[in-house]
């Protein structure tokens, strides 16, 4: 019944931004923690940021420290992960995920899951 849509992907060049959304739909359930992923071609998928909705609490992979930002909507259950200085390889797939009950923000595993939203940062 819940579903997670990604948006706000696209083409942009290095040092560009973006802004991609998540969108929780579906039956209503209350977000404790909500994360982003992505995956390029060839690699396996890669922790990118994730944020406790009750708090606003952040965590984020050092490669993306000082120029990504996870947010939250809370009253809209919806994520948002606002994308600064991008470069090539920040190219990939990128994934929201959230569970309902508390889990740690360390930890990787998430329950739902989109279907993502492609993020191509040119040279």
């Known amino acids: 019944q819940v579903q997670l849509v990604e948006s706000g992907g696209g083409l942009v060049q290095a040092g560009d931004s973006l802004r991609l959304s998540c969108a929780a739909s579906g039956r209503t359930f209350s977000i404790s923690r909500m994360g982003w992923f992505r995956q390029a071609p060839g690699k396996e998928r890669e922790f990118v940021a994730t944020?406790?909705?009750?708090?606003?609490?952040?965590y984020y992979t050092d490669s993306v420290k000082g120029r990504f930002t996870i947010s939250r909507d809370n009253a809209e259950n919806t994520g948002y992960l606002q994308m600064n200085s991008l470069k090539p390889e920040d190219t990939a797939v990128y994934y929201c995920?959230?569970?309902?009950?508390?889990?740690?923000?360390?930890?990787?595993?998430?329950?739902?899951w989109g279907q993502g939203t492609q993020v191509t940062v040119s040279s």
């Open positions: 944020i406790r909705f009750s708090t606003g609490s952040t």
């Open positions: 995920a959230a569970d309902e009950n508390y889990v740690d923000l360390r930890y990787k595993v998430y329950t739902y």
